[in-house]
């Protein structure tokens, strides 16, 4: 076997290791927390408690645009970019929304962190808040999703749940659970508030 090959397959073999070593590391990442409500054939309505987020405001409108733009200054928040110069872990998803107005982009804090312990962030444009409590439906898919797969998403959920006589408000949202650099088991939701009286039985 010559060289060449040895080298090919050692750079396989790490680059599979290195799949497998962010697929673990996903797992082990705190994910916020919620209540499965009802599963549905092609989606599931979960309820959400309050949560605290970090957030950056935009007028993009793709979604890559927002998650370039975006991600780079929470993460600078996240890894002490802030007052306290403080390292706050990373947690999955991180939330996306676009709509003709406004664009969003949020990281879930970890559980423990209130708007009244965090650090304050260096970057003015950062702001902390509260999430309100909500009920959601929500519909799961993998792979690198485009601006418009997203789209294509959020047609069918509106479709599922106009079929099913759901009701829902707001704008719908993108959450992503994996790193860029992660090719395999990739997670992606779409998901949009419902009117919280169609659900009786509150977590």
């Known amino acids: 076997m010559n060289t060449l090959k040895i080298i090919g397959i050692i750079a396989i073999a790490a680059f599979f290791i290195f799949q497998i070593y962010i697929s673990m590391s996903i797992n082990n990442t705190e994910k916020q927390s919620y209540k499965l409500v009802r599963s549905e054939k092609e989606f599931e309505i979960r309820h959400y408690p309050s949560a605290t987020m970090a957030k950056v405001n935009s007028n993009v409108k793709s979604y890559s645009d927002l998650g370039r733009i975006g991600f780079g200054k929470l993460a600078k928040y996240i890894f002490g970019g802030n007052s306290q110069k403080k390292q706050i ?7 996306m929304s676009i709509n003709d107005s406004n664009s969003t982009m949020s990281f879930v804090m970890p559980s423990g962190f209130d708007k009244e312990n965090l650090p304050s962030p260096n970057n003015s444009e950062i702001i902390l808040e509260t999430s ?3 009920y959601v439906a929500v519909i799961q898919f993998g792979g ?3 601006t418009d797969q997203i789209n294509e998403k959020i047609e069918t959920l509106k479709e599922l749940l106009n079929k099913t006589g759901i009701k829902h408000y707001s704008n719908f949202r993108f959450l992503g659970y994996n790193p860029p650099y992660q090719l395999f088991g990739r997670r992606n ?3 949009v508030s419902l009117n919280a009286d169609q659900f009786k039985a509150a977590p």
């Open 132 to 134: 309100e409590p909500e």
């Open 89 to 95: 872990a990373m947690t999955s998803p991180v939330h």
């Open 189 to 191: 939701e779409v998901i």
């Open 144 to 146: 690198f999703p485009s």
